[in-house]
């Protein structure tokens, strides 16, 4: 099992930035790719961003291409997502997950680790 404790999430105007880290412990070995979600009120789950074990190889949802970069640091066993212009829309809970299967995927029922969620919010 691999524990995942995420922070950095807090209040924003849009425009601004924000980065969210997040603290890997446990069986981290055993993770082929650790991911970001984000869920609003009353909506699904969507993924944000993705990165391969070795760090080589990220995806990113097509609403933050441009804006959000997802990194590793494995020194440190964290994963971190730096967000720049913010949007009132990127309002949300953040999560962190990992899989132990599956490389880069951007469906959340292929994670099977997750964090308790930071909050972000971004004001008009």
């Known amino acids: 099992q691999v524990q995942l404790v995420e922070s950095g999430g807090g209040l924003v105007q849009a425009g601004g930035s924000l980065r969210l880290s997040c603290a890997v412990s446990?069986?981290?070995?055993?993770?082929?790719?650790m991911g970001w979600f984000r869920q609003a009120p009353g909506k699904e789950r969507d993924f944000v961003a993705a990165?391969?074990?070795?760090?080589?190889?990220?995806s990113y949802a097509d609403f933050v291409k441009g804006r959000f970069t997802i990194s590793k640091d494995s020194t440190k066993n964290t994963v971190s997502l730096q967000m720049a212009s913010l949007k009132p829309e990127d309002t949300a809970v953040y999560y962190c997950?990992?899989?132990?299967?599956?490389?880069?995927?951007?469906?959340?029922?292929?994670?099977?680790?997750w964090g308790q969620g930071t909050q972000v919010t971004v004001s008009s």
């Open positions: 990165i391969s074990r070795s760090g080589g190889s990220t």
């Open positions: 446990g069986r981290t070995f055993s993770t082929r790719a």
């Open positions: 997950a990992a899989s132990s299967v599956y490389i880069l995927s951007n469906r959340h029922t292929d994670y099977d680790s």
